[in-house]
């Protein structure tokens, strides 16, 4: 099969649309060349894992940039997604370019259906975050700790405080940890970083659970919950419309989730791309910028070992659904 390239601005973190920092260099997106072929074939089909409000926004920034090239967008949860993305495959009848998923693992079972790729700036990329040379992080996502500023007086600055009994009785809302591959990175975060017992002293005060980080950010934003950890991504675009929110980046660390994104060997649209600017983190080893609050000097990624990350989660999720009494 001919070689052919996907040209993608991936994993660049916050960008300036958004932040009011300064633009992404224009040459990350590739050739004049490359950006002329894409506009000519004028659409690609886009499989994602993603938060469907966050990729609309991506598509929009987007098509202000690039406006000859259209996105079709199929948003699905990760488990679903996967199975959808077998099926077609199965059937030959795969209908993605692109696919965008939170977990590295099942990405590298289907690694055979996706082109050899490298984006322009692959040399820039933390080495840990990446599986295969198919798969990059088109988003990476980091965790930060939330809270309702109406509600929150005595706002929490680390993941420690996560634990203090001023916070009992469920004015901490979390994500279950069986959730999906970003919160079982926080919780092997929690337990690698923060201790064997976190865990055990955290589900003591009585933690309201949520089945996935959309909900728990609008009870937050209600008042239901007055403080969670979350997706920065997920927090960020209702800080920016005016909720009453916050959040912070604690020094303990920022467990960061690369997502593996690929080109179908089946892409019908090999030469377009998407640009990721919302809220996200980075997995680039120097940062083009921050988002509010990080302190580089201060504030350290975590990113899990991808051997330990498949080979401990079975059985520290199942010790998670105990130890906070969650049941699937």
Do not use: C
């Amino acid at each position: 099969m001919k070689r052919r390239t996907i040209v993608k601005a991936a994993g660049l973190g916050l960008a300036g649309a958004f932040t009011g920092l300064p633009a992404l260099a224009q040459d990350q997106f590739g050739s004049q060349e490359l950006i002329a072929a894409a506009e000519k074939e004028g659409g690609l089909t886009y499989y994602t894992a993603n938060f469907a409000e966050t990729e609309q926004e991506v598509i929009k920034e987007f098509n202000k940039r690039f406006p000859k090239i259209k996105v079709s967008m199929v948003r699905a949860p990760g488990g679903q997604l996967i199975t959808r993305i077998k099926t077609e495959a199965a059937a030959g009848k795969l209908g993605a370019d692109v696919v965008n998923h939170s977990d590295r693992g099942l990405m590298l079972a289907l690694v055979d259906l996706f082109q050899d790729y490298a984006p322009p700036n692959a040399a820039d990329y933390r080495p840990d975050a990446l599986v295969s040379p198919k798969l990059w992080p088109g988003v990476t996502l980091g965790w930060a700790i939330a809270y309702n500023t109406q509600l929150v007086k005595n706002a929490p600055k680390t993941w420690m405080d996560l634990t203090k009994p001023e916070y009992k009785g469920k004015q901490i809302g979390q994500v279950v940890g069986p959730s999906g591959g970003t919160t079982w990175t926080r919780a092997m975060f929690e337990r690698q970083v923060l201790g064997e017992d976190y865990w055990q002293k955290q589900a003591a005060l009585g933690i309201a659970l949520y089945p996935s980080g959309a909900p728990l950010s609008d009870s937050l934003v209600r008042g239901e919950v007055s403080i969670a950890p979350l997706l920065y991504n997920i927090i960020y675009t209702k800080i920016v419309e005016g909720a009453p929110a916050e959040a912070i980046f604690a020094p303990e660390g920022v467990p960061i989730i690369p997502y593996a994104d690929g080109v179908t060997k089946t892409a019908k649209s090999p030469k377009a791309f998407q640009i990721a600017k919302l809220g996200n983190i980075t997995s680039l080893k120097e940062p083009p910028s921050f988002p509010k609050g990080w302190d580089p000097k201060v504030i350290k990624v975590w990113v899990p070992k991808y051997d330990e990350f498949e080979k401990l989660r079975e059985p520290w999720l199942e010790q998670w659904n105990k130890t906070y009494g969650y049941r699937q």
